[in-house]
Nanobody
Framework: QVQLVESGGGLVQPGGSLRLSCAAS????????MGWYRQAPGKQRELVAR???????NYADSVKGRFTISRDNAKNTVYLQMNSLKPEDTAVYYC?????????????WGQGTQVTVSS
């Protein structure tokens, strides 16, 4: 059974930092691209950051220079370091694992962790 378990969310003041973690089980972690998505109230879920199995990263323009995604294949864990947080970063953050080829596609989601940026 595949499980993605996020942790590290909470309430933080503007300008503060948080580090999210996502522990994966039930998959060959090193073979998956891992991503962080977020969904604010009344908005669609959007990609925040993604890291491929080979370590290539990409970020939403809104978080470039503030957020850093990383992975530890030995711990089956992906991280999102969030610095200089803004109120508009408030959302539920979801961990995603995906792997695909021409013949298959696997896509798994965590339950989400709330991040609230407010004074």
């Amino acid at each position: 059974q595949v499980q993605l378990v996020e942790s590290g969310g909470g309430l933080v003041q503007p300008g503060g930092s948080l580090r999210l973690s996502c522990a994966a089980s039930g998959i060959i972690f090193r073979a998956y691209a891992m991503g962080w998505y977020r969904q604010a109230p009344g908005k669609q879920r959007e990609l925040v950051a993604r890291i491929t199995s080979g370590g290539t990263t990409n970020y939403a323009d809104s978080v470039k220079g503030r957020f850093t995604i990383s992975r530890d294949n030995a711990k089956n864990t992906v991280y999102l370091q969030m610095n200089s947080l803004k109120p508009e970063d408030t959302a539920v953050y979801y961990c995603n694992a995906d792997r695909s080829s021409s013949t298959y596609k696997y896509d798994f989601w965590g339950q989400g962790t709330q991040v609230t940026v407010s004074s």
